[in-house]
């Protein structure tokens, strides 16, 4: 059973603030250098400063970053930039937007959740982890002894028992309000009724989460306390660092948006465009898109449309090469896609796009092996589109995938299996920001 808790809540100050647009960050793992800098020069204050420190010239060791954000995290406490919560809370962080121009509002609850291992079987992952992330996070998390983003994970609820009880208490004005640069708006409820915290800790005992994002934190977290339970230094289960923050969402909610992750191939002496279209014939007709005439952005525009209504029916993926063709790869109706896909895996992991593309077209055509290093070495990943394709126009691609996205029923499947989706398999939208609530793991 899932140990779903409140907590006493860090957050900025408003009065110290203002508009808190302006200090809050995406989690850490979707932000580049220069992304990173744009945060610095925001704020002096923003988050970025804790979740993703900047290394200095001058720095002596490779753990001053590190040290720097924990320095910062005490100095903004002390300053009451941040102040921490009185009384432990359910936060209810709600975040609405337009998705294609459609409204969409989607509504999660922070709390504290227990750390276990994936083997209980009441909170599972989707994802693999890698070593490089995990040691980064480790050395965040000891010198701040601080969550500073939530993991995003999901619940199960189809027959909407906790909706009522969620909409009651955003009828009061919120503690926070904010809209960020992409145009979704931010709303922060804290609740700390102890009815309602008993319901809702009550329900969620029952239900197994599935880490959506965060999987590195989550991991970070589970081995953090168990080192410090076999140093001795945890005796209470109660121990807030038996404990990590999420921000827990249902998985049913219609505003909960997972956009798709396109490949791009590196052009490299061994790729060859006829050899890569006659490795797929076995498992794929290949059909030439014709493409209006004018901007890229239109010609993209009309292949995500194409692969979109393809997708409905059968396993298909869109197709840029660097001679400017756009392509539909659909799978051929007579062969048994579980049959062609090598391993004892369950049906839910074979039926995915990303693993009919990963194992057959990447791994068996394009000579690409599973682990990161090579993944990393031979592929790009973005989530736009337009950029895959631009990759390949002007920059270091040879080859653009575009994919439609996962949906969330099939990441819950696959976790059920125990089973992992390929690297890059789902895209969470929108992200919980880094700096709304923060969760101390030490008294």
Sequence with gaps: MADVRPLRGIRYNREAIGDLSLVV??????IDDAQRDSYYNKHPYNVIRLILNRPKKTDESIDAPYERAGQFLDRWLAQRILIQDSVPAFYLYRQRYLQESNYKECTGIVARVKVEEFSEGNILPHEDIMPKPLSDRMKLLEHTRTNLSAIHALYSDPS?????????????????????QDGVAHDVWAVSDERFIARMSSFLKKKTLYIADGHHRYQTALEYGKRLREAGQIENEDDPRNFTMMMIVEMENPGLTVLPVHRVVLD????????????????????E?????????GQVYHLVRQLEGAG?????????LADGRFLLLSWKSGLDLEKEIDGEYSAAYKNLDVTVLQRLVIEKVLHVPPDSESIQANLLFTRDPLEAVEFVDSGPGAAA???NATRVQEVRDVADHGEKMPQKSTYFYPKPCSGVVMNRITE
Excluded: C, H
């Design 25 to 30: 960050a995406p989690p850490y793992d979707v």
């Design 160 to 180: 909407e028992k906790l909706k009522d009880p969620i909409l009651s208490e955003m009828d009061r004005f919120p503690i926070a309000q904010f809209q960020t």
């Design 268 to 287: 490299s002496e061994g790729f060859n465009a006829d050899a890569l279209l006659k490795g797929v014939e076995p498992w794929f007709t290949v059909a």
């Design 289 to 297: 898109v014709e493409v209006p005439k004018g901007p890229r952005s």
């Design 312 to 320: 409905a029916s059968t396993r298909a993926f869109g197709l840029f």
């Design 401 to 403: 995938f575009l994919l």
